[in-house]
Nanobody
Framework: VQLVESGGGLVQPGGSLRLSCAAS????????MSWHRQAPGKERELVAA????????NYADSVKGRFTISRDNSKNTMYLQMNSLKPDDTAVYYC?????????WGQGTQVTVSS
């Protein structure tokens, strides 16, 4: 199993970024997936999760209305569209296989929100 995140970077407050998670080594379309983040000095937290078909999504209260999780099973890829970014969104973002329990993780991509 391999999960590779991309799309992180430096963005000003109020800006947008789209993260991608390319998956391989398992039957992507049959598994729920999730995005997590970890800020310096804080525990890793679940940001958003999506079912295998993409029909059900869940979000942390802190990102509801600003972030959108989606997936393209034909490309074995999951996305996180992040809008109206705030400095508190600064963290390393990880994708994970699973939406309730998580058995594989990507290496993470840094998102920094700063002026």
């Amino acid at each position: 199993v391999q999960l590779v995140e991309s799309g992180g970077g430096l963005v000003q407050p109020g800006g947008s970024l789209r993260l991608s998670c390319a998956a391989s080594g398992f039957t992507f379309r049959t598994y729920g997936m999730s995005w997590h983040r970890q800020a310096p000095g804080k525990e890793r937290e679940l940001v958003a999760a999506i079912t295998s078909a993409g029909s059900i999504t869940n979000y942390a209260d802190s990102v509801k209305g600003r972030f959108t999780i989606s997936r393209d099973n034909s490309k074995n890829t999951m996305y996180l569209q992040m809008n109206s970014l705030k400095p508190d969104d600064t963290a390393v973002y990880y994708c994970a296989k699973g939406r309730v329990t998580f058995d594989y993780w990507g290496q993470g991509t840094q998102v920094t929100v700063s002026s």
